[in-house]
């Protein structure tokens, strides 16, 4: 249909502001993906308080004090990726598990050699049957309660779905089944956390892109799985028949172990003291827990069955979990 | 029921206040409850004022605001900055006193208290008010110059004391070795977690500063409080290191240490 020259030259110019606005509006992106990346390179000086790439995505991380992720990746783009991996009764959830991670997180990015993208809590099954181990379902419900408010700590219920006890290093087996068969453009901290995706920033989508364009992710490329204990669980490795050697080797040469410490045990002399951790020494990361903290979930239980307050030792929304349910008050 | 209305106060700098510091409460009470006698039915976090001249204090604005963040979901602890917004150091003694003679003062209502109202019914006995306390503090009655022997008295005398420790009798050797807390034994109420737990606030500070996680250990909202006014940095341990503690240099020469033992 002809158009009449005045409803033409607005057609016209109409086009032109589109074109105009597209061009502006673009341009407004760049300024704005330039700034950040400044800011970054900038704030890659330690002294600098650093906006990370978690800042800018929607959901901001509460509490975390961390900073200089992102600038480390530039700093050194050659970091093992780091994925924790907590098995454990969680009979409850309590903050000193929570603790766990974090501790693991800080001590090995402070190394400079890993970067750690995500943390599994894998609450054991209803199999392992042990005195006053309640119902996997609310085990798990509280534990992702409780890392509701974690950015990169979320809940796995593969292990506590299983009919029968699964030995610790199957449940490793499993989980690196998981991650080696992940797609390259999966967010890697989504899975646990559904409807929580977070918005990678540009350094990361660069990396994605980077693997697309490279095909497949090569082995290396892919996250370490490293189990995170307490030293209790390294003790436990001395225990007669209790661990099979052959699992140990596995744990300690395929996977890594990240052992938090606790009063009264010295994981460094334990590992001294046996020839089948000693060589992989280098694999097993010690952390110390600087606040002396015992709370357990066995002190918590025996609190809750007296009356006695827990709060402040486990996150609010588990502790209402557990007092709507009345969980926990008898033997 | 003839159970005595009791308010624990706590004196300190939360310098941030801690997960730990609300513990104190929380185990306070539960001990206090279950003696039988008491009934606990509010509790006050008195952050100190900036005039203590303590090393690397953050200012009172924000301890007091974080402190609010940190109690905001908690039915019966509250933060008072009345002691903070003093133009100078006040003791303890004179703390407990402002806050009794409120407590005294007011109508037993829901409204003024923040209090279940139920909870001041149908009890005869006036309210106590008790300085709530880690283990630590009794100890500090021995450093020349901190405490005038009078207040000391009045403190376990009149007022009375919680004070929460493990379970590993630092605080029973401390008012053992002392003969006005031992006078005083019975308004000295020992309470004891039997765990390890010591969530230090010299020890968060220094984890901020060095961009450590902190999470879990105090509440998020405060977390996230103390990053975006960046308040503890190498910088802010740094105030008042030269000064010296408030309490020592306004009581002048050193009194007779309580060393009475």
Redesign the interface.
Known sequence: MELGSKLRTRVLKLRSFRRHMAIAVHKSFETVRLNFTRAVLASMSRNH?IPSGRTMSRKRP???????RTARSFEQPKKTKVVLLACGSFNPIT??H??MF??A??HLEDTGQYEVVQGILSPVGDGYEKKGLIEASHRGEMAKLAAE??SWIGVDTWESRQANWLETVKVLRHHRQELLSREPDTDVVGTAKAGRKRKRMDASSATKRRKLEEGPPQRSDEPRLMLLCGADMLDSFGVPGLWKPEDIEEIVSSYGLVCITR?GSDPEAFIQGSDLLWPHRHNIHVVRE???????AT?IRRALRR???????L??PVLGYIQERGLYTTE | MGRIPLVLLACGSFNPIT??H??LF??A??HMHHTGRFQVVGGIVSPVSDSYGKRGLAPAQHRVAMARLALH?SGWVTVDDWESRQPDWTETVVTLRHHLQKLLGQQPSAADLQMPHSSLEGSSEPPQLKLLCGADFLDTFRVPGLWRAEHVEELVGRFGLVCVSRGDLQADRAVHESDTLFRHRHNIFLVRE???????AT?IRR??RR???????LP?AV??YV?EH?LYTWQSEQRNKDAVLRPLGQQGAPSEPLNDS
């Not at chain 1, 009356?307 to 030792?313: A, D, E, F, K, T």
């Open positions: 308080p509460v509490g975390s004090a961390k900073r200089t903050n000193m929570l603790r974090e501790l997180r800080d408010s974690s009063g600087w606040v002396a903290n015992d709370v357990s002190h009356g006695h307050s827990v709060r402040y030792l996150p609010d | 997960n730990q609300m513990r929380e185990l009470r539960d979901g039997w765990v390890r737990n010591e969530t230090s020890e984890a901020l961009g450590l996680s902190v999470k879990y250990l998020d977390i996230d990053r960046q």
